[in-house]
């Protein structure tokens, strides 16, 4: 099964799964916004997906003044136990 099917009938937008399980298999404890490959996201969305995932809880925002980017933490939401399980179930994404 790919994440791309499981993300469009599951999660409304293929890239939001594929988004969601790279931060799961692939971030380490802090990222930045441009850092998810063009293969799991266009980077002209990713603003936005990480955003929902802020709204969810999922991610805390970090924004310095002196640096244009944009960091990501994971949280220690429950919804993560979510993408746990769909990482077992759909083909792996791309590094």
């Known amino acids: 099964m790919d994440a791309g099917d499981v993300g469009r009938l599951l999660f409304g937008r293929p890239s939001r799964l594929r988004l969601a399980l790279w931060i799961h298999q692939h971030a380490g404890p802090r990222f930045f916004q441009s850092e998810p490959p063009k293969t799991v996201i266009a980077q002209s969305a990713t603003g936005v997906e990480l955003t929902r995932l802020v709204d969810l809880g999922m991610l805390t925002e970090y924004r310095e003044p ?30």
């Open 66 to 95: 002196a640096n244009r980017r944009v960091y990501y933490e994971k949280t220690r939401s429950p919804l993560w136990s979510i993408i746990a399980a769909a990482s077992k179930v759909v083909d792996p994404v791309d590094k």
